[in-house]
């Protein structure tokens, strides 16, 4: 537990949120159920080991954090995650009802486990120790299966190792949903295209002799798709995409639109992931921006994306 007032609010509140969530508490020295739930609240934050944090504003001497989350009695508990605030009590709750609170919204210790294991993982990558990496992704979804992310991590692990199979396993329950999570789609994709290159004799072409039988006939698709198959193998994805923008601009529905549906898995793949923690916006109860806006410069790779958006858009309109 932790006082917080507006110096350090941004840093202890709505930073923080961004990794754990951050359970805040309204009270007032004077407020006798305040004094009340305050020691219960302390319990629980040491029972619950770390899976959110508990910081305590005075609404007397805070009065303008107080105004922006519009506290209009106390005590008054706001839990925020992700920088926004997603739930709240009002009054002295008994100590069951406040853990059933937290609950709702809280990851479970499993998951917090599973996350600390899988964040072992891109340390060692750098450290270019992918075994080590391996094992700790394989932890973390031992411990909690539905660590998507896990699987992701340790998916495109294995693709990297050349372990097809075992990366195509691995996709197997996420590829049973229904939808299918885009992200896992991608990387079925990527697979597919690595495997075409082991599998099927036009995997070890030259990109001339695609050119040549492309020249001859610009609608023969099967080259086309298959040329970009072996770029996408090869790392070249950008030419991929433009081999695969040629086919969806001549018949968009060919081969039950396997051009369009491997140039999104494409954009998906290259498209960075949203860190954990990035400025934004957050908004009170009372609909007060409680975050600054911050300038933003574009990523090259960001902009190369949105461009090939933009060019599938104009290519299926």
Not at 51 to 69: G, P, T, W, Y
Not at 247 to 253: A, E, G, L, N, Y
Request: aromatic share 6%; net charge negative.
């Amino acid at each position: 537990m932790m006082d917080v007032t507006i110096q350090n609010f941004e840093a202890e509140v709505i930073e923080a949120s961004m990794t754990t969530p951050v359970l805040v508490d309204f009270w007032a020295p004077w407020c006798g159920p305040c004094k009340s739930l305050g020691p219960i609240l302390e319990r629980v934050e040491i029972a619950y080991e770390g899976r959110f944090k508990l910081v305590k504003i005075n609404s007397d001497e805070e009065q303008q954090l107080a105004s922006a989350f519009g506290i209009k009695s106390i005590p008054t508990c706001v839990l925020l995650m992700n920088g926004q605030p997603v739930d709240g009590f009002m009054g002295a709750l008994p100590e069951g009802q406040v853990k059933q609170f937290l609950d709702k919204h809280l990851p479970a210790a499993e998951e917090l486990q599973a996350q600390a294991a899988a964040e072992e993982a891109p340390p060692q990558l750098e450290a270019d120790d992918p075994h080590s990496a391996r094992a700790a992704l394989e932890q973390a979804l031992a411990t909690d299966p539905g660590n998507d992310d896990a699987r992701f991590d340790l998916v495109k692990l294995l693709i990297g190792l050349g372990e097809l199979a075992e990366a195509a396993a691995l996709l197997a329950p996420a590829m049973a949903r229904i939808p299918v999570p885009l992200r896992f789609e991608a990387q079925t994709q990527w697979i597919n295209a690595l495997e075409f290159v082991t599998n099927d004799p036009r995997g070890q072409w030259e990109l001339a002799k695609f050119d040549e039988l492309i020249g001859q006939n610009k609608r023969d698709f099967e080259t086309r798709f298959a040329k970009s198959r072996l770029l996408i193998a090869v790392g070249q994805w950008e030419a991929a995409m433009d081999e695969l923008l040629e086919i969806i601009m001549r018949d968009k529905k060919w081969d039950n639109e396997a051009p369009r549906k491997t140039f999104v898995a494409l954009l998906e793949l290259m498209t960075p992931q949203k860190p954990k923690t990035q400025d934004g916006t957050g908004k009170s109860a009372g609909g007060i921006e409680l975050m600054g806006k911050s300038a933003v410069e574009e990523d090259p790779l960001v902009a190369m994306i949105g461009s090939y958006r933009r060019k599938l858009s104009m290519a299926l309109n």
